[in-house]
């Protein structure tokens, strides 16, 4: 089955040590987006990749990067992780950017220690 | 940008009742509207959306209306199961950008 695949399910990281989330598709999407959920919120948007061009939301803070080396793989880097960061890290795609459906992907929970 | 808006926060209903969740937003050039369902620990899961040129959409025990007029759309559960318990989020698109706007998220909790 087509779907979006986050690993590790779950992530522990010290405070202010690098941490990378990863993320695969097989859905041959064109945009793959990142969302941070903290408990009981919805999802907010950090940034989207359509194809090779790097969207970023304005309120995402530097501390958040992220790499897409190809059509199948996006990453989030973490460079300094501190405890307001922990929350569950959401990949999403979709076919065209705009008013299309997204696909979600089990998501990463990370905890900072 | 967009504002959406969703009521009620929470929701307990008895299993075989009805559940029905409201979602109002504000720009009226949006014309996509997903429903989606979080269980505790996953990820949304898309249970069903609707496009602005059809007022209502069914699949089984979901249904999904739609009011452009009024700028709002609901979500149907008939027939609730314990299973149906989870965080119910709507979304609507932002007007000319690439991001959903998602509202708050109704908690719905069927009791057996």
């Known amino acids: 089955d087509a779907m979006v695949i986050q690993n590790p399910r779950y992530q522990v990281t010290q405070f202010g040590k690098p941490v990378t989330l990863s993320c695969s598709q097989t859905?041959?999407?064109?945009?793959m987006y990142w969302y941070q959920q903290k408990s009981s919120q919805a999802p907010k948007l950090l940034f989207h990749y359509y194809d090779k061009d790097f969207n970023n939301e304005a309120d995402t803070p530097d501390n958040f990067q992220s790499r897409r080396p190809n059509t199948s793989f996006c990453f989030l880097d973490i460079r300094s992780p501190g405890l307001g960061d922990a929350a569950m890290y959401l990949c999403a795609t979709s076919r065209a950017p705009g008013q299309e459906t997204q696909y979600f992907g089990p998501g990463t929970r990370l905890l900072v220690l | 940008g967009e504002n959406v808006e969703q009521h009620p926060s929470t929701l307990s209903v008895q299993e075989g009742d009805s559940a029905v969740i409201k979602c109002t937003y504000s720009?009226?050039?949006?014309?996509?509207f997903p429903w989606y369902k979080q269980e505790l620990g996953k990820g949304p899961q898309l249970i069903i959306d609707i496009r602005s040129n059809v007022g209502e959409k069914k699949d089984q025990r979901i249904a999904v209306t739609l009011n452009k007029t009024a700028k709002h759309f609901s979500l149907h559960i008939t027939e609730t199961q314990p299973e149906d318990s989870a965080v119910y989020f709507c979304a609507v698109p932002q007007n000319a950008g690439n991001k959903l706007t998602f509202g708050g998220g109704t908690r719905v909790l069927v009791k057996p």
């Open positions: 859905l041959n999407h064109n945009v």
């Open positions: 720009d009226s050039a949006s014309n996509y």
